[in-house]
């Protein structure tokens, strides 16, 4: 049997993907229950107990061997694929000796440009604002961009099944936007991560047993941020998107939005963005009386539920997908608005 010809359906591998994660964390839980880093990080927990943050490293394996599931993956993937363990391992050493946020984002920045550069894939902003040159802006702004989403799911991972819920609606998302376009590797590849994470629910669910931690967090924001510059966005009529701004970049929109209200929130009182605390939207609704998995349902219906003004908007009428846009920015806004003024959780 020629192994490298080896290959399943996606059903199959969608399959072995969640029992891969299920085995590889329940393994993970076993070796680390009791074990906690010297160098544990000084952060403001719901909970003083502690959960080991070490479940991302378990998803991540179990994603890349199922990718492997669905035959031999082009080179573009295997490249990326290649890195997205480098930031994953990266994350894992952070979570065990805490790294210096500025050494940290120096390695990320590293990790991220360099498959972007080699590969030539980035997000067009040049011939968004009319300008031309070499894509040298356009290859700034792809890395800021995956480094933000990155960050932004590294810092919506702050309560108990959270950056599950989160993550899984962006691949369910991704999917359906990639299938849509007949982007099929992507919408495979989608489906993969998604039954990864799903996998990892059963340990994360309230309460939790383990935690992503930075392996896993920043594994599943560079795999989502370099699906949303290899989906490929042509539109076949005149929309309010144009061939430059991909309607796949307004599915970030919860964990963008947590993180601007944690940044802005933090610099306002003189404090450090980079230090932790329960100041997060999730947070601000635990302090208004929610249960932890009330505050799950709202992110998951708000999630799902923007992005049916997205879906919508594509299908629509010029005028008709401006008032939606319109209508979903409107939605950012007031979302940014109500969660910086509501209460912290102490």
């Given at each position: 049997m020629n192994l490298s010809n080896f290959q399943v359906s996606l059903e199959s591998a969608a399959i072995g993907t969640i029992l891969l994660s299920l085995l590889f964390n329940w393994i993970t839980l076993k070796r680390t229950h009791d074990f906690i880093p010297k160098n544990r990080k000084n952060e403001k927990r719901l909970s003083s107990r502690y959960v080991p943050p070490f479940g991302g490293i378990a998803c991540s394996i179990a994603f890349l061997i199922s990718t492997r599931l669905l035959g031999q993956a082009e080179s573009n993937f295997l490249y990326i694929g290649f890195f997205a363990v480098v930031i994953s391992v990266l994350g894992l050493v952070d979570d065990l000796y805490n790294f210096k946020w500025y050494l940290k984002l120096i390695f990320q920045i590293v990790i991220v440009y360099i498959p972007l550069y080699n590969l030539n894939i980035f997000i067009n902003f040049e011939s968004l604002i009319g300008i031309e040159s070499d894509n040298y802006v356009n290859f700034i702004v792809s890395t800021i961009w995956i480094i933000l989403i990155m960050n932004a799911i590294n810092f919506i991972d702050n309560m108990d099944g959270l950056a599950v819920v989160v993550s899984s609606a962006i691949c369910i998302q991704i999917a359906l936007l990639t299938n849509y376009l007949n982007q099929y590797k992507l919408t495979d590849i989608s489906i993969l991560l998604l039954c990864a994470i799903g996998g990892f629910l059963f340990f994360n669910f309230p309460p939790a047993k383990l935690y992503f931690g930075d392996s896993g967090?920043?594994?599943?924001?560079?795999?989502?941020?370099?699906?949303?510059i290899l989906y490929n966005w042509a539109p076949k009529d005149i929309t309010v998107y144009t061939s430059t701004l991909s309607p796949v970049l307004l599915i970030f929109s919860v964990p963008i939005?947590?993180?601007?209200?944690?940044?802005?929130?933090?610099i306002s009182i003189g404090k450090s963005p980079t230090t932790g605390g329960t100041d997060h939207i999730s947070h601000r609704l635990l302090a208004k009386g929610f249960s932890e998995k009330k505050v799950l349902s709202i992110?998951?219906?708000?999630?799902?539920?923007?992005?049916?003004?997205?879906?919508?908007?594509?299908?629509?009428?010029?005028?008709?997908s401006y008032l939606l846009i319109g209508a979903l920015f409107f939605i950012y806004f007031l979302t940014y608005f109500i969660s910086i003024r509501l209460k912290v959780l102490t």
């Open positions: 967090s920043l594994f599943i924001g560079f795999c989502l941020g370099f699906m949303s939005l947590d993180f601007l209200v944690v940044v802005t929130y933090r992110f998951l219906i708000y999630s799902l539920g923007t992005f049916a003004l997205i879906y919508l908007s594509i299908f629509t009428s010029t005028q008709m």
